[in-house]
């Protein structure tokens, strides 16, 4: 029995974007659907209640002088998404860092000799949409030294087309209040928070930004720089409010500090469902899971110990160079040649997958989740140059 426009539109848009893309190839009606504005924004407000189904892989920005390639993986369980084409992979490859991911749409940065831009792009549908500087003079210093600190957050009215951008400027002397911007997608525009962010004594790890509870959460570094009798000694969670623009410290549960001195101690944040915080800490070939179980009083919960050992890599003494955790269910890691995911699901609780090889050539690199869909990027979006 055919099924008439009405059902196919039913059905299709609660797919992910590559299923679309291979039925648009062999059927004109799915196609002409999938091409109507309202068919791609059902389309995309599905895809802010899915889960991620790829992550992109870049390595640390200072081994990037000369080689600047990102690359994209599928999940073991989501082998038929991705679906971004070769040429664009190839252009975010040129000269384009990935700031940041949220739901189909990525945050880039152009960084080349002659250009210092940012965009929003879509890779599924080849779109983007150029984003003005929030400061030009700061950016410009910052081209060639570091990644800006920015954080791409999703509206809480759910509206697909509507996304913030938060921008923290470092500072200009040697205090640790961060000037903060937003940009709303609606307005086009950059505007001033009022208050600043605190970032207290310690360097935060800005390149993973946590979302939960209307607030963005860094974790500190695990540095030996401070004496015993400061606030600032042991390891740290630091916040700030999107509304108020509050600054708030969280402390990490006490068996997470054990050792933190540790030259081989790394410790990162990640989002545990819709508001709370997954902190995994690294300590030589031993991974430490905790949940924060209450938000208010800070309590957490360990949730596993494992050493690699234990997970039986195919490779001899492995060295880590990246973790996250992905979809409040997988622990996602990469060694200097290959990508693994170790499940903390209650269905398949610790069941380990290889996952792929991989080319980034680096001490240290960054995953960054994505989810492909067909979301759009803006009212002024236009075609990638690829």
């Known amino acids: ?24 190839c062999v059927n004109k009606l799915i196609c002409n659907l999938s091409e109507e504005t309202f068919f791609t924004m059902k389309q995309g407000e599905h895809s802010l209640k899915m889960h991620d189904t790829c992550f992109f892989l870049q390595p640390e920005l200072s081994s990037l002088m000369h080689d600047l390639k990102v690359e994209l993986f599928p999940l073991p369980q989501n082998k038929s998404s991705s679906g971004v084409s070769n040429d664009v992979m190839n252009f975010l490859s040129k000269s384009t860092r990935v700031l940041a991911s949220s739901k189909g749409l990525i ?58 951008i938060f921008y923290f400027q470092g500072p200009t002397d040697w205090s640790s209040s961060f ?32 979302c939960c509870n209307g607030a963005i959460h860094f974790i500190s570094d695990c540095g030996t720089y401070f004496t015993r009798d400061s606030k600032f000694f042991m390891p740290y969670i630091m916040s700030y409010n999107l509304e108020s623009g509050t ?21 990162s944040i990640f989002s545990w469902g819709k508001s709370s915080i997954c902190l995994v800490k690294l300590l030589k070939s031993v991974f430490t899971i905790w949940i924060l179980t209450d938000y208010e009083s800070q309590n957490w919960l360990r949730l596993l110990m494992v050493t690699t050992e234990e997970i ?10 990246a973790f996250t955790v992905m ?21 398949n609780y610790m069941k380990f997958e290889e996952i792929c090889q991989h080319r980034c050539q680096s001490n240290k690199l960054y995953f960054t989740p994505y989810l492909d869909s067909f979301r759009v990027c803006g009212p002024a979006a236009r075609s990638l140059p690829c």
């Not at 400061?135 to 087309?161: A, F, R, T, W």
């Open 312 to 321: 039986s890599l195919s490779e001899m003494k492995p060295k880590i160079t």
């Open 179 to 210: 000037p903060c911007k937003f940009f709303n997608s609606k307005e086009g525009l950059w505007q001033q928070m009022e208050k600043n962010f605190f970032a207290g004594g310690r360097n935060l790890k800005f390149n993973m930004p946590v």
């Open 327 to 347: 979809n409040s269910n997988l622990l996602v890691f990469a060694t200097e040649s290959m990508i693994y995911n170790y499940d903390l699901s209650e269905k």
């Open 247 to 267: 600054t708030k410290m969280l402390q990490l549960p006490k068996d997470a500090t054990w050792d933190f001195d540790d030259d081989s101690c790394d410790m």
């Open 1 to 24: 029995m055919a099924l008439c426009s009405n059902d196919l539109f039913e059905v299709f848009f609660r797919l992910p974007a590559k299923a679309i893309h291979k039925f648009k």
């Open 107 to 164: 945050l880039c940065h152009t960084r080349s000799n002659l250009l210092s831009q940012f965009f929003i792009c879509n890779p599924i549908t080849k779109s983007w949409l150029p984003i003005p500087s929030p400061n030009q003079d700061q950016v410009e210093e910052e081209k060639h030294e570091v990644d800006p600190i920015m954080v791409l957050v999703e509206c809480p009215n759910g509206y697909s087309q509507n996304y913030m």
